[in-house]
């Protein structure tokens, strides 16, 4: 066999993905054994690995080596996020990777030992097909007839496998050769974009009334926010600042709506839907087609603030393009500040504008409490312990996964340092603000992207938010308004009736009712406000990228069965919340 080196390497490859073929096998057989999908598993598995040694056996160096490229980055891709987050990659996550394409430095720098596993068995693939074929296998009888077969049938294999996956939605491929499965994927979504309308997107054509907004329309979008975890929603949550003992001492209205439902429990299609607004039946259209945020506050005489501190050197994310950008007057990110000082320098940006009597849009992406969280907070903000290691993720906003391999006393840990970074950058935030800021008659939301999970109730995982197989709380956030004195009656009124009963599709609507667009022309577009008596289904959306035929999947949160902080997780419980303010 003169091709023996070709086969071993790819024979190699398949057997490094060893460890997701037995994950989809465990999933096959508990809790009962599934005969008829082993079946089709071991079939689709075999029919794969065929596709590749056909592609490998091409003669044509000009068809085989792109191939084997495509291939090689395919099984890249989809090992490099299967072996960072712990979970099979679908058609969501595919998606999700792509439009995160920004962040790609980011995931090397902090994945790099997973993405160097990965690279190594890609590289394997990429030598198997890529390296010309020996001749003296075809003409060997029957196993010449294989090579002929393995050749004639090795594209359409990966055609069919993305007709299939197709007809699943994106489903489908757990488990199967990496290669295969993302070069199925990558030829859906080609086709996707390719069939997807791009056309321009609409303008603002509702009218505003009267003179416009007087003063400040802030949004603040904190990052991975659990909403259980703050103290004005649990007993045992974390000093917030937005309490009765906090900063604003009851010189700052705050209406606390309590519990909302994120759009989606992934930072991208939350941020994208937060700026273009739409319901539950119409996003994909809203987010594709209508007007931005940015745009209806131009149209209403505001000026228009980014603050992001998640980001570095003018880099877009969630979705944010050319477009988008030509809309925002003032754009900041914070390049010179560490990870750990970029909530306190947003505070003081924020003030700046609340102070200079102009009245703006500002929408505030935070760092928040994303992962990593050892080192988003100062030392002496170090009040829950015992915590995780530090040290290690001093300057990483986001990405990557300190604490994260599971384990009842690893999440303990987890949790503490979780706690103290809402210490310090939720609590210490809003205690920064106030203090610096004259919120006079503005009006401030305060929500996150989504929640958190952190496996209070046991459960095994190593993930915290955007699973394919979601925990409720990691669509929980906070949801609060400060400011507004003039409405403050109003607020109260609206914030008694909607406590734990709201969702994220209420802020659009109430933020473009803030710049004065009337409810009849905003609700047939964009659904009831916070101020709307109409009822929320308390759900968030777990397949938000619906295509392919799909819709979107919708989680409802039943509110009894959020997990609270346990108290347990740290040595000494203070008694008071001012005994944990930061200082």
Known sequence: MKNRAKYLLIGGSLLLGGGEIARRLVMLATPEIQPVGLIAFGGLFVLCAISLVGIALFRNGWLRWP??????????????????????MSYESFITMIQSAGDIGSAVEQQGGNLLLAAGKAMLLLLGVGLKPQGGDEGQGARGIAVGAARIVALPILAGLSVLLFF?????????????????????YAYDEATTDHGPRQPVKMTPQGPGPASDIVLII???IAGAYLDINSEDGVYSGLGAGGAGGGNVPIHNFGLATAINHCSVGSNVALRFGGTRDNYRTTVRAQPSIWAYARAAGLG???????????????????EERALIDDWHQF????????????ADRLAAYLNDG??????????GGHFPVS????LSQARYRPMLERGHYPDVSDMAGDGLGGGADNWRRYRNSYRNTLLWNVGGFFDRLFAAARIGDATIVYTADHGQSFHERGDGGAATHCTPDPQIEEGVVPLVIIGDPAGEARWAQAAQAGRDRLSHYRIFPTLLGLMGYPPQQVEPLYGPDLFSAQADPFTFNVRFNARLGSEPVWLHVPLQGIARPPRSDYRQPVAAAAALRPK
Not at 358 to 367: A, E, G, R, T
């Open 304 to 322: 228009t603030v980014y603050i992001d501190a998640q980001r570095t050197d003018g880099s877009y994310q969630n979705r944010m393009d050319d």
């Open 168 to 188: 699943r939605g994106g489903e489908g491929a757990n488990g199967l050769p990496s290669a295969d499965s993302g070069a199925s994927l990558a030829m859906l």
């Open 375 to 378: 080192d988003k907070f100062p």
């Open 222 to 224: 904190d990052e991975s």
């Open 67 to 88: 191939l084997a490229l495509l291939l090689a980055a395919a099984s890249l891709l989809v090992d490099g996020y299967q072996w960072a987050v712990g979970d099979f």
């Open 335 to 346: 390049d010179a500040v560490p990870v750990v000082d970029r909530d306190h320098a947003v």
């Open 358 to 367: 102009q009245p703006q849009l500002i929408l505030v992406n935070k760092v």
